[in-house]
């Protein structure tokens, strides 16, 4: 067991990847039940189901234990019927088959304001908002990172200022997005492109540096120049690379989605996720939230599926 499943390295049977998979969800889902189901764990509220003889209570309300038992004690003492009630989590805490009814509902409820977009056009907005500012930051970042990686001096010029304003939250630039480019879509496709601009240029630099230099020199000796040293040495074999480089960045640009969509008029996904908030629909809450990470997952998966037959040569791509 321990050479086949935690060797350094080790490459892992098509078994033993599916076992591991499913118990990377497993677990942490396990733990969530565990809180949710079993009493004695970790409920600190209790469930109204009879209010007794206490005047402020009503069923399906939640109060803490303590109170209940507090309230309790003065009917016991006071001669009037004891309340009843159950142990419970707080309200923001939904059990698991609360979000999973909320993948369903959410989708076939009626928005609580008249004039607001459902949840699938939520998610479809948040989706053009994701596409396009990370389209604008690959068309800059990527063949600038190219250049980067392989010209000292280029390298030198762009790389000190990149490596500076990589520091800069990208949020701060929020005000000034909303003033330049109006308060609707462009300022969030401007955060999300500023957050994963400057990190794209120095990741798929130093990608880019790791090419062995032995292929360049051996270019160089044959007199190609520097067009088709990029286009026919450098590019082709760093592709996988930058590939994979490109997935974890895109994840980047999911996790400043929820900001850019704050800024200017609340849209998209984060816009619903504010409202359920609001009034206190936590399970819908929940339940967008872990959309956000399927779809972010999904696209991660099938961008791992495709490089199989994009770069079928690269093992690391064919293990993914």
Request: overall charge positive; charged content about 15%.
């Amino acid at each position: 067991m321990t050479p086949r499943w935690f060797g350094v390295r080790a490459p892992l049977s098509a078994r033993a990847r599916l076992v591991l998979g499913i118990g990377s969800f497993a677990l942490p889902l396990g733990l969530w039940c565990l809180v949710s189901y079993v009493p004695f764990v970790w409920h600190p509220m209790v469930r109204i189901a009879d209010p007794g003889g206490v005047d402020y209570f009503q069923p399906d309300m939640l109060v803490d234990r303590a109170v209940f038992a507090e309230e309790t004690g003065n009917m016991r003492r006071d001669g009037k019927a004891l309340p009843a009630g159950e142990p419970a989590n707080p309200v923001y805490l939904p059990a698991p088959h609360q979000v999973v009814l909320a993948f369903y509902t959410a989708f076939t409820t009626r928005p609580e304001q008249r004039d607001a977009p459902w949840l699938h056009e939520s998610l479809l907005h948040s989706i053009r908002v994701i596409f396009l500012g990370f389209a604008i930051s690959s068309v800059i970042g990527v063949p600038l990172g190219i250049l980067c990686g392989t010209y000292t001096a280029i390298s030198r010029l762009n790389e000190p200022f990149i490596e500076f304003f990589r520091y800069l939250p990208a949020p701060a630039f929020g005000a000034l997005a909303v003033a330049i480019l109006g308060i609707y879509d462009g300022p969030k496709i401007a955060i999300i492109v500023i957050g994963t601009l400057f990190q794209q240029v120095l990741i798929i630099a130093n990608t880019v540096r790791k090419l062995d230099f032995s292929l360049i020199e051996a270019a160089m000796t044959l007199g190609i120049n520097r067009l088709r040293l990029l286009t026919r040495v450098v590019i082709p074999a760093c592709l996988p690379d930058l590939y994979r480089d490109q997935r974890i960045l895109l994840g980047w640009a999911w996790t400043y989605l929820i900001v850019a969509e704050l800024i200017g008029t609340s849209s998209g996904i984060t816009w619903f996720i504010t409202q359920q908030a609001r009034y206190q629909h936590f399970d819908n809450v929940y339940a967008a939230i872990a959309m956000i990470g399927f779809l972010g997952l999904g696209g991660d998966v099938l961008l791992a599926w495709l490089a199989r037959y994009l770069f079928p040569w690269d093992r690391a791509s064919a293990r993914a």
